[in-house]
């Protein structure tokens, strides 16, 4: 019996681990679907206007430098990113360069996403597998002179961009041990995973963001609408919001005066701090109110 037992379970032995191997790509998967909701990937690579495949590209973004179009990013082989590999996927992430070593324009935030955590950049990809393959073609950008000379690139690169891991920085003092640990978690969704700044952040006449102005907000953002202050400031900003207004909007778009979110903050939270947890919305909250206050008046977009 004894004999028959190591048998039969030297015989299943690897089926086990195949289920195991099983389990363990579907919880990357599903985590990969929450990593791909807070980082916004929809809205950027979905023509929703033109009823374009999910994340088969066309969306176009206008910025101050001209139209950006999103890429495909559907596994199709020959215009997503079907033929890319793990490495490939993380190398754009990180470091902002195609697998053919060709820098990509800062509209891609990849000065946020270069501080993305390696497992969420692999649950990601585990998730992006699943999408429907389109052979929708991409589009070239239409840019105004002369960002649409590539060369720049590099040259902005050196200026601007440096990668490397996330660090949060040193948390307030006033805050306790479990408080800490959830500011830790709202600086990375603000500051990395949700690249908060790279709307509400004021830019410069070359496309870099103002860091002393850190989500100051900025009067000529994405769809050319004005983007608001979002740091603690009484005035000009939401110094006078509490933790439970700012989860609140994050969560259905209401701000504290009963007003809703339109345009593209319309979107965000729609398709990505809408479907985040609560625990990650206080997160979010607890971080922003910890920012220092920054008095920059801006116009309010429309709602």
């Given at each position: 019996?004894?004999?028959r037992?190591?048998?039969?379970?030297?015989?299943?032995?690897?089926?086990?681990?195949?289920?195991?191997?099983?389990?363990?790509d579907?919880?990357?998967?599903r985590?990969?679907?929450?990593?791909?909701?807070?980082?916004?990937c929809?809205?950027?690579?979905?023509?929703?206007?033109?009823?374009?495949?999910?994340?088969?590209?066309?969306?176009r973004?206008?910025?101050?430098?001209?139209?950006?179009?999103?890429?495909?990013?559907?596994?199709?082989?020959?215009?997503?990113i079907?033929?890319?590999?793990?490495?490939?996927?993380?190398?754009?992430l990180?470091?902002?360069?195609?697998?053919?070593?060709?820098?990509?324009?800062?509209?891609?935030?990849?000065?946020?996403?270069?501080?993305?955590?390696?497992?969420?950049?692999?649950d990601?990809?585990?998730?992006?597998?699943?999408?429907?393959?389109?052979?929708?073609?991409?589009?070239?950008?239409?840019?105004?002179?002369?960002?649409?000379?590539r060369?720049?690139?590099?040259?902005?690169?050196?200026?601007?961009?440096?990668?490397?891991?996330?660090?949060?920085?040193?948390?307030?003092?006033?805050?306790?041990?479990?408080?800490?640990?959830?500011?830790?978690?709202?600086?990375?969704?603000?500051?990395?995973?949700?690249?908060?700044g790279?709307?509400h952040?004021?830019?410069?006449?070359?496309?870099?963001?103002?860091?002393?102005?850190?989500?100051g907000?900025?009067?000529?953002?994405?769809?050319?609408?004005p983007?608001?202050?979002?740091?603690?400031?009484?005035?000009?900003?939401?110094?006078?919001?509490?933790?439970?207004?700012?989860?609140?909007?994050?969560?259905?778009?209401?701000?504290?005066?009963?007003?809703?979110?339109?345009g593209?903050m319309?979107?965000?939270?729609?398709?990505?701090?809408?479907?985040?947890t609560?625990?990650?919305?206080?997160?979010?909250?607890?971080?922003?109110?910890?920012?220092?206050a920054?008095?920059?008046?801006?116009?309010?977009?429309?709602?």
């Amino acid at each position: 019996m004894l004999r028959r037992g190591l048998l039969l379970a030297i015989l299943f032995l690897p089926f086990a681990g195949v289920a195991a191997q099983g389990a363990a790509d579907e919880a990357a998967i599903r985590r990969g679907e929450y990593v791909f909701s807070a980082a916004g990937c929809f809205g950027c690579h979905t023509d929703v206007k033109g009823k374009g495949a999910p994340l088969a590209g066309g969306r176009r973004l206008k910025t101050p430098f001209g139209d950006f179009l999103g890429p495909n990013i559907t596994p199709d082989p020959d215009h997503g990113i079907g033929g890319w590999t793990l490495v490939d996927f993380t190398r754009a992430l990180r470091e902002g360069v195609s697998p053919g070593g060709d820098p990509y324009y800062p509209a891609f935030p990849y000065t946020s996403f270069s501080r993305m955590n390696e497992a969420d950049i692999a649950d990601l990809w585990a998730w992006l597998q699943t999408v429907e393959p389109a052979d929708t073609e991409n589009r070239e950008h239409e840019l105004g002179f002369p960002y649409g000379w590539r060369r720049l690139i590099g040259i902005w690169r050196t200026l601007y961009f440096a990668p490397g891991d996330f660090d949060a920085g040193d948390p307030p003092a006033s805050l306790g041990e479990e408080d800490r640990e959830t500011w830790e978690r709202g600086a990375y969704l603000v500051r990395v995973l949700g690249h908060c700044g790279e709307c509400h952040t004021p830019r410069g006449w070359l496309g870099a963001s103002d860091s002393s102005l850190f989500l100051g907000g900025s009067t000529a953002g994405a769809e050319g609408a004005p983007v608001p202050n979002i740091t603690p400031d009484d005035a000009t900003g939401i110094g006078r919001w509490s933790l439970a207004d700012i989860e609140g909007y994050l969560e259905i778009g209401m701000d504290p005066d009963g007003d809703f979110a339109g345009g593209a903050m319309g979107e965000v939270i729609e398709n990505t701090t809408g479907k985040l947890t609560p625990e990650d919305r206080r997160a979010i909250a607890l971080f922003l109110k910890s920012l220092p206050a920054v008095e920059r008046k801006v116009a309010r977009p429309a709602g």
